[in-house]
Nanobody, 121 residues
Framework: QVQLVESGGGLVQAGGSLRLSCAASRSTFTIEAMAWYRQAPGNQRELVAAISTDGNTYYADSVKGRFTISGDNAKNTVWLQMNSLKPEDTATYYC???????????????WGKGTLVTVSS
């Protein structure tokens, strides 16, 4: 079990920036990697970015060059810096824990409540 709490969402104009945070706590296992997913209304949840405890990262093509994932292993915290936001980035963003091997992320079925990001045009 693990508790995941996301924060940092909000309303921003296109071209703006937001920084999301996720803190993992009460974990009953060693966290190997953390990731951000997003889900827009009517769409499936999709992987946005992931980072392993040894610093390996993964980004979806749609966010490469605009989003940066970082983490603090000691605090079991991960951030997602989102720059040059577009209206199509509008979604609820969820934190997840799992494993990242190369460019393959394997999620565990633990989720936070999510944080809503709305990008206006």
């Amino acid at each position: 079990q693990v508790q995941l709490v996301e924060s940092g969402g909000g309303l921003v104009q296109a071209g703006g920036s937001l920084r999301l945070s996720c803190a993992a706590s009460r974990s009953t296992f060693t966290i190997e990697a953390m990731a951000w997913y997003r889900q827009a209304p009517g769409n499936q949840r999709e992987l946005v970015a992931a980072i392993s405890t040894d610093g390996n990262t993964y980004y979806a093509d749609s966010v490469k060059g605009r989003f940066t994932i970082s983490g603090d292993n000691a605090k079991n915290t991960v951030w997602l810096q989102m720059n040059s936001l577009k209206p199509e980035d509008t979604a609820t963003y969820y934190c997840n824990t799992g494993a990242l091997y190369g460019s393959n992320y394997y999620m565990m079925d633990f989720w936070g409540k999510g944080t809503l990001v709305t990008v206006s045009s």
